[in-house]
């Protein structure tokens, strides 16, 4: 059974620091670009950044470009997404997803292969 498993999500000040995690199973992680798009209820998803099998990454909202970094890891078959100097903004629910290719360039926007997400909240 595919799966991605989200953690690390919670309630950090703003300024503060959060590293997301995604567990993937059932499938052959290492050949997949894998990454996160989040989602705020009522607005459309946001990709935020993408890791293709050749560690080639992608981060592309310019908001998030200096504070986040993405990276994954092959023996285990998980993506993780370090994030720093979070701001209110950044509050949403944060989903793990592949577009089943090898490549970033779909950023995962009409992608049905997503966990169930993990709730970032950053306020004072």
């Known amino acids: 059974q595919e799966q991605l498993v989200e953690s690390g999500g919670g309630l950090v000040q703003p300024g503060g620091s959060l590293r997301l995690s995604c567990a993937a199973s059932g499938f052959t992680f290492e050949r997949y670009a894998i990454g996160w798009f989040r989602q705020v209820p009522g607005r459309a998803r946001e990709a935020i950044a993408c890791?293709?099998?050749?560690?080639?990454?992608?981060v592309w909202p310019d908001s998030v470009k200096a504070r986040f970094t993405i990276s994954r890891d092959n023996t285990k078959n998980t993506v993780s997404l370090q994030m720093g100097d979070l701001k209110p903004d950044d509050t949403a629910v944060y989903h793990c997803?592949?577009?089943?290719?090898?490549?970033?360039?779909?950023?995962?926007?009409?992608?049905?292969?997503y966990g169930q997400g993990t709730l970032v909240t950053v306020s004072s």
């Open positions: 890791i293709d099998p050749s560690d080639v990454a992608s």
């Open positions: 997803a592949t577009d089943r290719t090898p490549y970033c360039t779909g950023r995962f926007l009409w992608s049905d292969f």
